[in-house]
């Protein structure tokens, strides 16, 4: 199949770059096998953890001599609000919670896919491939990333399933380079786990205070996700110390991600 070959499917072709450990692996390994990319592509929500800004700059540096990485951010042309604006601060103003959380891909398809399809078409790149970093352990996705099929200009492909790289391998490529990496999601993303929640809460105590206001926002204003639900479940992120994962609702990995096109947890 064209997605799971060994060099790229199309040219030109680049590199949708999530931040996070899989595709950090991904441009790692193919710049080890001398697969140059034309363009390599990080979406920036605004709302991103700064340990994920602070590696894309790392990785900015990496790459200098090789291929650049650019950083592309949805902007408003229109309405009253103009420019970039980041998702969470979205989230407040409008009283909703992410997209996601209703079952839909909005924030995903809007801070993620639009601004790397404005890039692409405005530096000549109207059709080709680009790399996702799936892992090939990843069976779920890429079974529905199959299903789901290509875009009609782009081909996806996907490198590290085609050279059989897991997520220990992408581990072990990230660690060869001095590279430790997290999970890149922003830090009010509605499919994150209990123990990402604390983690934030702990770490990040000022970013966990705004993700629990777009939460009570939310649900003051009728916008509770599905099922009733906030960012995590409906007792809410404020009370989050004072149950047990036993009693706890985790995000779905039936959700629609899109991250097909590039990102949100890659």
């Not at 950090?24 to 140059?36: H, Y």
């Not at 352990?137 to 099929?149: P, Q, T, Y």
């Amino acid at each position: 199949m064209k997605g799971f070959d060994n060099t790229p499917p199309a040219s030109p072709w680049g590199i949708n770059f999530g931040g996070g450990l899989n595709s950090t692996a991904m441009i790692i390994e193919c710049r080890r096998r001398n697969l140059r990319p034309d363009w390599i592509l990080f979406a920036d929500t605004g709302s991103e953890r700064p340990e994920t800004i602070e590696h894309v700059r790392r990785m900015q540096q990496w790459c200098e001599g090789w291929q650049n990485i650019h950083i592309v951010r949805w902007k408003r042309t229109k309405g009253d609000i103009l420019g970039f604006e980041p998702l969470h601060e979205n989230c407040l103003r409008t009283n909703h919670l992410p997209s996601k959380a209703y079952g839909l891909a909005g924030c995903t398809s809007k801070w993620k896919i639009q601004p790397m399809e404005k890039w692409r078409k405005a530096n000549g790149f109207d059709e080709g491939a680009f790399a996702v970093g799936y892992d090939a352990d990843e069976h779920r996705r890429i079974k529905s990333a199959c299903e789901r099929g290509d875009d009609p200009n782009f081909i996806a492909w996907y490198p590290l399933v085609a050279w059989h790289i897991g997520r220990q391998e992408c581990e072990t490529i990230c660690t060869s380079q001095g590279m430790t990496v997290i999970k890149s999601s922003c830090f009010m993303c509605p499919n994150m786990k209990r123990q990402e929640w604390m983690q934030l809460k702990n770490t990040h105590p000022k970013l966990f205070d705004i993700a629990v206001k777009i939460e009570e926002n939310a649900a003051a204003h009728g916008n509770k996700g599905r099922d009733e639900l906030g960012l995590y479940n409906g007792m809410g992120l404020r009370n989050i110390e004072q149950y047990s994962t036993g009693d706890l609702f985790e995000a779905s990995e039936t959700v629609e991600d899109r991250c097909h096109h590039g990102g949100c947890f890659t």
